[in-house]
């Protein structure tokens, strides 16, 4: 699994055009697994519009 450093996040108009863009550095949280092992991960980002 992988937890990148950076992200792009992106919000879309209905006809596909971009309403905002943000690069966000997310802070994991493992939420499965083991400190050892690894194990699945979250990230909760929020796009102000």
């Known amino acids: ?3 990148p450093d950076v992200l792009t996040v992106r919000a879309y108009r209905p006809d596909g055009t971009i309403l905002a863009e943000e ?3 997310p802070e994991w949280v ?3 697994g ?3 092992c690894g194990g699945p991960h979250l990230a909760t980002v929020t ?3």
């Open 30 to 32: 493992r939420v499965g």
């Open 23 to 25: 690069h966000v550095q």
């Open 47 to 49: 796009v102000e519009l």
């Open 1 to 3: 699994m992988s937890t």
């Open 34 to 36: 083991t400190e050892e």
